[in-house]
């Protein structure tokens, strides 16, 4: 389901675990899961649970996962999202992205990598893996 994210109810800083409220325009989000202050302004929104979740309402995401009753009522227990960037200007990963978070991470394991294979001590430059895509504007 294609969604974008409205607000943060709970992210874990130990583990990532993240509860959010997200919205969608998919119309086979079931009644009962659907936020009732959203409903209201005829928005469909719905409590997503995972980990890790982007908390970025820059991008939209693509959701997979299955709808579970908790103590909290209905809510999509997500197994797996991907990001949606446009090829524009807004589409630039901000720094609480997924992808931005990927790349870093990306970094850092190449750095590691690469000292140990060498052990030269010296960690190479890294602003290529961080760099992105040249994007159109017009």
């Not at 209201?40 to 890790?52: D, L, Q």
């Not at 909290?72 to 949606?84: A, N, P, T």
């Amino acid at each position: 389901m294609r969604c974008r994210f409205v607000n943060k109810i709970f992210q874990s800083e130990e583990n990532g675990f993240t509860v959010a409220v997200y919205s969608t325009h998919d119309e086979s989000v079931p009644l009962f899961a659907r936020n009732k202050y959203l409903e209201s302004r005829n928005i469909i929104g719905f409590t997503a649970v995972g980990y890790n979740l982007p908390l970025t309402n820059t991008i939209e995401l693509e959701m997979e996962g299955d709808w579970e009753n908790g103590s909290h009522g209905l809510q999509l227990k997500v197994d797996s999202f991907m990001e949606i960037v446009p090829r524009t200007k807004a589409g630039i990963p901000s720094e609480n992205s997924a992808l931005y978070k990927l790349r870093r991470l990306r970094c850092r394991s190449n750095r590691r990598m690469t000292s140990l294979q060498y052990n030269s001590g010296s960690v190479p430059d890294c602003s290529t893996d961080m760099r992105l895509p040249a994007v159109r504007t017009e």
